[in-house]
């Protein structure tokens, strides 16, 4: 009995010994990684920036947290256009970073722009007389645009380039809800404000088909003169060779004539290139920096740092209140936006503020709420809106407040219009379930939302619908007449919901000019007359810390991204589906989805 009693309490204390020891074994692995949020790196002589192009490029990515990088999963789908333009430049600048290496996997972009601006800063980090080499298995059409950049461009010999256009078709479900017995009811004020069509038709209309139409040949014919640039072949020949390329690229050999490419090689003949460039042997290593690495690079410490200049993050869809729940994404909250901006407003170090607009829009109200604080903030020190890869509907309402509207050539801009969209459940719930509606009420519209969702008799309740949207439509004209110097009218013009390229919105004056996030920052300390002058990145990024404190969002965050890997073109739609159950009834939104491949 005694070796059984002894036994036991050597077992218990072994159990005891080992939890305790997982417990400081895991403990002091995530104290090192929230230690390790910032290491030091310093850049070795003759150092290559491997850029490892894959996944999705967004406006700006959070860090990833402790979770994700226990998992193996930091980068595993998605980098903050920030990030890539911050690495670029500090390479730029580090003598020993001699140059840049591009690993092309099968990259997406949130936007047309956000590649097109990739694309900018590689082109300008050789004019520092350092090289950009890219190579890639697997091409696809936005990953080569930026590629086409590079002095030399390899493809693997089993590789493949997907070179075919602009464009793709769009789903629409009312087949499928008639099938269920729901109508989607529409209130919407513009003929090209889109966005209902996904619910409410079975095709595209011929105005949204014309608004699609410009705005795709107008990115393309600027992609063709870019690539032609670089690839020094005839924009039309790539045209041309776009429109055959089925046909045309049988072999790796069709596109070294077609100029696409310099070299074809093997997995393994890359870094011999590299190599070759940094004069090293055979048997030499090659100095690698990641993305991580150029981000935490030591950099030299300026003299003068100057007055503070506010970079403003706003991207993402417009909400009234956090959505809640995986599949959401970023988003721009009505109530904690405006705070932030109020406290820029009182901020005495903040001299200048430039808010970075990538949003398609969202609820009307918390729009118009957002654009108020801007306005405010504007009479008090210099605004300038930079926009990103889209700033349209909601994301142009607010961008009105500014005192300065810059865009990038490809940014998508405009969509002016407002409308409200609610499902109506009487043929689903009264023909085929068998429920009735009967009641009593004090005031004439005291059931209305009964009626506009569950009852077939309900053309007064649209009607009024209707009314609240043509009011937030006027106020919407408002507040860009107010802003562009406009009348009424001559808004309504340029309006009607209809999407814009931002080099055409640049004559009707619905910008001031094109350029990128720096050049928004120089105008922004123009405007405040400063000559040495900082910029502060804000809200700013949450860090390993917060992220451990955050499990509820650490989860969101890697099933997120889990969702957007295995569902592919279907993530953004069941999104749309998922958000509709959550949004305001009026809304500013864009009426399609802007990310390419």
Same mark, same amino acid.
């Given at each position: 009995m005694k070796q059984f009693f002894k036994y036991m309490l050597a077992t218990m204390c072994g159990i005891i010994l080992l939890t305790l020891i997982g417990v400081l074994f895991f403990g002091l692995t995530v104290m090192s990684l929230v230690a390790g949020d910032s290491?030091?790196?310093?850049?070795?002589?003759?150092?290559?920036?491997?850029?490892?192009?894959?996944?999705?490029?967004?406006?700006?990515?959070?860090?990833?947290?402790?979770?994700?990088?226990? +998992? /193996?999963?930091?980068?595993?789908?998605?980098? =903050? $256009?920030? *990030?890539? #333009?911050?690495?670029?430049?500090? %390479?730029?600048?580090?003598?020993?970073?001699?140059?840049?290496?591009?690993?092309?996997?099968?990259?997406?972009?949130?936007?047309?722009?956000?590649?097109?601006?990739?694309?900018?800063?590689?082109?300008?980090?050789?004019?520092?007389?350092?090289?950009?080499?890219?190579?890639?298995?697997?091409?696809?059409?936005?990953?080569?645009?930026?590629?086409?950049?590079?002095?030399?461009?390899?493809?693997?010999?089993?590789?493949?380039?997907?070179?075919?256009? +602009? /464009?793709?078709?769009?789903?629409?479900?009312? =087949? $499928?809800? *008639?099938? #269920?017995?729901?109508?989607?009811? %529409?209130a919407r004020v513009g003929r090209y404000k889109s966005y209902v069509e996904s619910v409410t038709r079975e095709n595209m209309s011929d105005d949204d088909r014309y608004q699609r139409t410009a705005y795709l040949q107008g990115i393309w014919k600027q992609w063709l003169t870019a690539m032609g640039e670089s690839r020094h072949v005839a924009p039309e020949q790539l045209d041309s060779l776009a429109n055959d390329s089925i046909m045309l690229f049988a072999s790796y050999d069709d596109y070294l004539k077609a100029g696409l490419i310099d070299r074809v090689v093997y997995s393994d003949e890359p870094k011999g290139v590299v190599k070759g460039l940094l004069g090293l042997g055979e048997d030499d290593e090659v100095n690698q920096l990641l993305l991580e690495d150029m981000l935490n690079l030591k950099v030299k410490k300026q003299k003068d740092r100057g007055e503070q200049i506010a970079v403003y993050y706003a991207y993402g869809e417009i909400v009234d209140e956090p959505v809640s729940g995986f599949m959401s994404g970023h988003a721009?909250?009505?109530?904690?936006?405006?705070?932030?901006?109020?406290?820029?407003?009182?901020?005495?170090?903040?001299?200048?503020?430039?808010?970075?607009?990538?949003?398609?829009?969202?609820?009307?109200?918390?729009?118009?709420?957002?654009?108020?604080?801007?306005?405010?903030?504007?009479?008090?020190?210099?605004?300038?809106?930079?926009?990103?890869?889209?700033?349209?509907?909601?994301?142009?309402?607010?961008?009105?407040?500014?005192?300065?509207?810059?865009?990038?050539?490809?940014?998508?801009?405009?969509?002016?219009?407002?409308?409200?969209?609610?499902?109506?459940?009487?043929?689903?719930?009264?023909?085929?379930?068998?429920?009735?509606?009967?009641?009593?009420?004090?005031n004439r519209y005291g059931d209305y939302e009964t009626n506009l969702i569950f009852e077939k008799d309900n053309n007064e309740a649209l009607q009024y619908l209707q009314h609240y949207t043509d009011r937030g439509y006027d106020s919407f004209l408002g507040i860009v007449g107010e802003a562009r110097g406009m009348t009424r009218d001559q808004v309504h013009e340029v309006a009607q919901g209809r999407v814009w390229l931002a080099t055409d919105a640049l004559p009707i004056k619905l910008i001031d000019q094109l350029g990128s996030l720096d050049d928004a920052v120089k105008k922004a300390a123009e405007l405040a007359h400063l000559d040495n002058y900082r910029q502060e990145a804000y809200p700013q990024k949450k860090g390993w810390l917060s992220e451990l404190m955050d499990d509820e969002a650490e989860s969101k965050s890697l099933l997120d991204q889990q969702l957007r890997h295995t569902l592919g073109d279907l993530y953004e739609p069941l999104l749309q589906l998922r958000l509709d159950q959550q949004r305001n009834i009026l809304q500013a939104r864009l009426p399609f989805d802007c990310s390419i491949k």
């Open positions: 290491p030091v790196v310093k850049a070795k002589e003759n150092s290559v920036f491997v850029l490892k192009l894959n996944g999705y490029v967004s406006e700006r990515a959070e860090d990833a947290g402790p979770l994700t990088a226990l +998992l /193996g999963q930091a980068d595993m789908d998605e980098m =903050g $256009l920030d *990030d890539l #333009l911050i690495a670029i430049k500090r %390479a730029k600048e580090e003598e020993n970073v001699k140059g840049i290496f591009i690993e092309s996997g099968v990259v997406s972009f949130d936007a047309p722009a956000t590649a097109q601006q990739l694309r900018d800063a590689l082109a300008d980090f050789r004019k520092s007389g350092k090289w950009v080499i890219a190579y890639g298995e697997e091409m696809l059409q936005a990953g080569y645009y930026v590629c086409s950049v590079a002095d030399t461009l390899l493809l693997n010999k089993t590789g493949m380039i997907d070179f075919r256009g +602009l /464009g793709g078709k769009n789903y629409y479900l009312k =087949g $499928l809800y *008639d099938k #269920l017995g729901v109508e989607y009811q %529409a721009i909250v009505g109530s904690t936006t405006v705070k932030d901006i109020n406290d820029l407003a009182k901020d005495k170090d903040v001299k200048a503020v430039v808010i970075r607009v990538n949003s398609g829009g969202g609820s009307a109200i918390a729009s118009e709420q957002i654009w108020h604080a801007i306005k405010q903030l504007s009479a008090k020190k210099p605004v300038v809106v930079s926009m990103g890869g889209v700033a349209a509907s909601g994301g142009y309402m607010i961008s009105c407040g500014a005192s300065y509207i810059m865009a990038e050539p490809t940014t998508i801009t405009g969509s002016i219009g407002i409308f409200g969209l609610v499902p109506n459940f009487s043929r689903l719930v009264t023909d085929k379930l068998g429920v009735t509606w009967d009641g009593v009420t004090t």
